[in-house]
């Protein structure tokens, strides 16, 4: 089963050809990084009207790159939400639209689903699992007994991983996106600035936004007594309270759960400190650990291909009035 996917629920807009939701045929995505960066971080206004300027022809470039023909495909799937709304309005647009015209089944796909099914596309998952979500938008805990069953134990209370990465490398001087920057500048650094532990208690929920302000405040503090904050110091500091957190959570979820399975998904997925943190923590608890290729972390429409397969077994089927949502719940 070939499924035309389209994500554009940010600033990337992303068409991909996935067969059977573990072979990904083609993959395009055109990303505004570059425009985005002019402002310190994504504006919305500017993000939807790209998203026009560019959907025709990623459609266009991925189907050229499969070599296949709108006729090849047997069902469109689309990111319908969570999202910046202008955004995901483009793309659902565009699905509705060759549903309409081929008369082929339209797959609607949750954003959060299709970071967890990138995982298929480098090995197919195993149940019971435990997914853990970061991203710019998303914290979660994820418990998948099958395919397409999401049970959600906890998630961030206030920001999320990626926004506060973002918001503390602002204040550090480093540049959107500050993310992937912050993990390099740590790994450079010493961990000698006294941050507190996020939210450390027996929830499988997080909190990264007094974490966030500790940093701020501190960075003040110093200032006005006239000197400077080390930044790669910082970073270090802030990366280890972070990761500490995250890793401290994800396992007990899955001691608590019997589980031996444990996916990582999204943009934060990305961070080499996680990573090496949960592979040793795995390593030593037998945990069978799945981190998806690098160009599987940000948004890529490949995920959502991979989730669609199994949305569509499910039967979940969109009709004409599908419509986009700036947030909705996984389920």
Known sequence: MYILAIESSCDETSVSIVKDGVEEISTVILSQMDTHANYGG???EIASRMH???ITIVIDEALKKANMKMEDIDAFAVTYGPGLIGSL???????KTLAFIYNKPLIPVHHIAGHIYANNLVKRLEFPLIALVVSGGHT???YMKEDYSFEKLGGTLDDAVGEAYDKVA???GVPYPGGPLVDKLAHTGV???DLPLPLNDDSYNFSFSGLKSAVINLAHNERQRGKDIIAANMACSFQNRVVEILVKKTM???????????IVAGGVAANKGLRQALTEACKKASVNLIIPEMKYCTDNAAMIGAAAYYAYKRGDIAGPYLNAKAVTLLK
């Open 252 to 262: 007990k979820a899955l001691k608590f759960y019997n589980v031996d399975n444990l």
């Open 170 to 172: 602002r204040v550090i």
């Open 191 to 193: 961990d000698t600035y």
């Open 89 to 95: 309005l483009v793309g659902l647009m565009a699905a």
């Open 42 to 44: 994504v504006v919305p």
């Open 52 to 54: 026009v300027e560019n």
């Open 140 to 142: 979660e805990l994820i």
